[in-house]
């Protein structure tokens, strides 16, 4: 029972009873209209069956105006994720049209004839068409059946036939409450195996394309988000900016204070790096150890200069204590971006960042070294 209680599934169930009210006024809109025309074009002198075509011609003119409005009210709700409580009202409310409906038709019906047909044919709508929950299920057809008891018994004279219409009402109420459940049953049922299936789906997707420790891409992950951006580059005639970072000194850190402490400098500065990145539009990925790249869609290499001397700044004021090799933890960090005019593949990019890195680190560390200056033969200082 405590799938019941799930307010994902539940919002799902709702939603989908309001396209199938908007399905069901589409339908019932243009079948009432053809029985309107139908029983208005055959007039009768004789006073039972001219109130019984009236009747039918009423009954079906309020169920079309109730369908516009049902529909109405379901095109305004169906993209509205949080109108939970709306959805489920409208759904009691239709299901209370229909069945009412079947029941008034019913009523002027026994006026000429002994069928319940319109009866049936709205119980079993409302139970297969209306996904319902049991109780609202139980309550609903409980009341149908007592309220088409009594009317039709205003209407039909002959008691062995109203006796066998009342045992008939009540055993295609019953069936349709038992399919209702039934129903009902099958739907969470089906929509919890989805949930769990989307789940595990999740789980995998965490396991292929992020490190399970810093919880950013991995570096499977990453490189593939290079292509792409580098192929949105290409098309777009933008740059694409490259980051590699290197956490200095960090197995002299890691000697000193342990795994477990080692691990814990990893994952702050994965945020700290992932945080400056996406506010910039990037990404950033664990490419191996203490490394990590950052990849920047449409920027330039001196645009990226200033979001890495950013990072290496703020990295510093996380003041982690790095006794042995200096007063804090700081990083290195190689940049370099694609040129308009040139050609560029990813294994390339990340090569010229990662020269740019061990140049960096090769000055001293604590720096950001960009590859056009290593090419000219520059110094770039932070």
């Known amino acids: 029972m405590h799938l019941y209680n799930d307010r994902t599934i539940l919002g799902t169930i709702a939603s989908i009873n309001t396209r199938r009210i908007l399905l069901l006024a589409l339908i019932a809109i243009p079948f009432s209209t053809s029985f309107i025309i139908m029983f208005s074009l055959s007039p009768s002198s004789d006073t039972n069956e001219l109130t019984w075509r009236v009747g039918i011609i009423i009954c079906h003119a ?36 229909v069945l009412t ?49 009594v009317m039709i018994s205003y209407t039909q004279t002959d008691q062995a036939i109203l006796l066998s219409n009342r045992v008939n009402g009540l055993t295609i109420a019953a069936v349709a409450g038992l399919l209702s459940v039934i129903f009902w049953r099958a739907t969470v049922t089906d929509l919890k195996n989805k949930q769990v299936i989307m789940d595990q789906q999740k789980k995998l997707e965490m396991l292929a394309f992020y490190d399970q420790l810093t919880g950013i891409c991995n570096r499977h992950k990453i490189e593939e988000v290079l292509r792409e951006e ?19 000194h960090f197995k002299p850190f890691n000697d ?26 990037g990404l950033t990925g664990r490419f191996g150890g203490e490394e990590f790249l950052i990849t920047l869609g ?19 004021a996380l003041h982690i204590e790095n006794n042995g090799v200096g007063k804090y933890l700081t990083i290195s960090l190689g940049v370099t971006a694609t040129k308009a005019d040139v050609a560029s593949d990813a294994e390339q ?32 200082e932070p």
Do not use: W
Not at 69 to 90: D, E, F, T
Not at 230 to 248: H, P, T
């Open 349 to 380: 990019l990340i090569h010229e960042a990662d020269r740019s890195l061990y140049k960096a680190k090769d000055r001293g560390r604590n720096l950001v070294v960009q590859y056009s200056d290593l090419v000219h033969g520059l110094k770039h």
């Open 230 to 248: 580098l192929l949105i580059s290409k098309e777009k005639r933008q740059a694409c900016a490259v980051i590699m970072v290197d956490i200095d």
């Open 256 to 281: 000193a204070n342990g795994h477990l402490a080692g691990d814990q400098v990893l994952i702050r500065v994965a945020q700290t790096l992932d945080t400056i990145a996406q506010k910039s539009g």
């Open 62 to 97: 309020m169920l079309i105006s109730m369908m516009l409005v049902l529909g109405s009210l379901s095109l305004l709700l169906r993209n509205r994720s949080q109108a939970y409580l709306p959805k489920r009202i409208l759904t009691c409310f239709a299901a209370t049209v």
């Open 101 to 149: 409906i079947g029941v008034a038709i019913v009523y002027f019906d026994q006026l000429v004839t002994a069928s319940i047909t319109p009866f049936m044919v709205a119980c079993i709508v409302t139970s297969t068409v209306l996904i319902l929950r049991p109780l609202v299920s139980a309550l609903l057809f409980s009341i149908t059946f007592i309220a088409y008891a």
């Open 298 to 316: 449409n920027t330039s290499e001196d645009a990226a200069v200033t979001v890495a001397h950013q990072m290496r700044e703020e990295t510093e």
